[in-house]
């Protein structure tokens, strides 16, 4: 599905897209730091978050009684996808300038 669906779709859902999420002003070099941060550990960030999108999409499909309860699951997992998503599009980033990955991957969260 192409961006511009998805983002049609979450629209229309009364939800937020990547796109509505105000950037803070960062310098090109502040960019290129967090990109590198988030690209070290991106691969197991991303194992985890679709871990918890596989629990939620089962648990919401098993034990959502009501509409409302499907509502809430559905947004949970909409939250988690689109925090996966501004993940993997930092990473992407990271990963187009071929650049070598000289972050230390014991203390990524202190950079970030």
Same mark, same amino acid.
């Given at each position: 599905?192409?961006? %511009?669906?998805?983002?049609? &779709?979450?629209?229309?859902?009364?939800s937020i897209d990547l796109s509505d999420v105000e950037h803070k002003e960062e310098s090109e070099t %502040?960019?290129?730091?967090y990109c590198a941060a988030?690209?070290? &550990? !991106?691969?197991?960030?991303?194992k985890t978050l679709k871990r918890f999108?596989?629990?939620?999409l089962m648990y919401a499909s098993n034990e959502a009684e009501t509409w409302e309860r499907v509502i809430f699951a559905r =947004?949970? !997992?909409? =939250?988690?996808? &689109? &925090?996966?998503e501004h993940l993997k599009?930092?990473?992407n %980033?990271?990963? %187009?300038? =071929?650049?070598?990955?000289? !972050?230390d991957k014991n203390?990524?969260?202190?950079e970030l």
């Open positions: 599905m192409d961006q %511009e669906s998805i983002k049609l &779709i979450r629209h229309s859902l009364a %502040e960019r290129k730091e988030i690209s070290a &550990i !991106f691969p197991r960030l991303e999108l596989y629990a939620q =947004g949970t !997992f909409n =939250g988690l996808d &689109i &925090i996966l599009q930092a990473h %980033e990271h990963m %187009e300038r =071929g650049v070598q990955n000289n !972050f203390s990524p969260l202190s």
